[in-house]
């Protein structure tokens, strides 16, 4: 019987004979590879969906419109990831399923974008600080 408190499992760290998925990115099993000739796949389409939303609000719209999305370079785990706890992907150096040090994709592309730079706060969150500090500002004056 099935059971509305069983856990959730977790499809965002799958591993099967076809692809592994790390933090909802999917790369060929084989050769960790995002975009891979011999397997042959190319799953930058569908790990760009993960993120785009996010990574929108962190881009102006000019940085968004400029990206390459589809036509990106391709991301690899090669020799960076295992089957840990559970069977579950994880990276080897940290031994952690979904590690967000090893595997977070957004900030790896925003960094991408931006030579290096980590992300900046979304611009909704910019223009709160923004107005409060203008606010601190007048009554300063």
Same mark, same amino acid.
């Given at each position: 019987?099935?059971?509305?408190?069983?856990?959730?499992?977790?499809?965002?760290?799958?591993?099967?004979?076809?692809?592994?998925? %790390?933090? @909802?990115?999917?790369?060929?099993? *084989?050769?960790?590879?995002?975009?891979?000739?011999?397997?042959?796949?190319?799953? *930058?389409?569908?790990?760009?969906?993960?993120?785009?939303?996010?990574?929108?609000?962190?881009?102006?719209?000019?940085?968004?419109?400029?990206?390459? @999305?589809?036509?990106?370079?391709?991301?690899?785990?090669?020799?960076?990831?295992? *089957?840990?706890?559970? @069977? !579950?992907?994880?990276?080897?150096?940290?031994?952690?399923? /979904?590690?967000?040090?090893?595997?977070?994709?957004?900030?790896?592309?925003?960094?991408? %974008?931006? /030579? @290096?730079?980590?992300? *900046?706060?979304?611009?909704?969150?910019?223009?709160? !600080?923004?107005?409060?500090?203008?606010?601190?500002?007048?009554?300063?004056?």
């Amino acid at each position: 019987m099935d059971s509305q408190f069983a856990p959730e499992e977790d499809m965002d760290n799958t591993v099967d004979s076809y692809s592994v998925t %790390i933090n @909802g990115f999917i790369f060929c099993t *084989r050769h960790g590879l995002e975009v891979c000739d011999k397997c042959p796949t190319d799953n *930058r389409g569908a790990n760009n969906m993960i993120v785009e939303e996010s990574l929108h609000e962190k881009l102006s719209e000019e940085e968004y419109s400029s990206w390459p @999305g589809d036509d990106r370079p391709p991301f690899t785990v090669t020799h960076q990831w295992a *089957r840990v706890s559970g @069977g !579950k992907p994880g990276c080897i150096k940290h031994k952690e399923v /979904g590690c967000k040090e090893c595997f977070d994709w957004e900030e790896k592309l925003y960094r991408g %974008i931006h /030579g @290096g730079r980590k992300p *900046r706060h979304t611009r909704s969150h910019m223009r709160g !600080k923004r107005h409060s500090h203008d606010a601190s500002d007048e009554a300063l004056h």
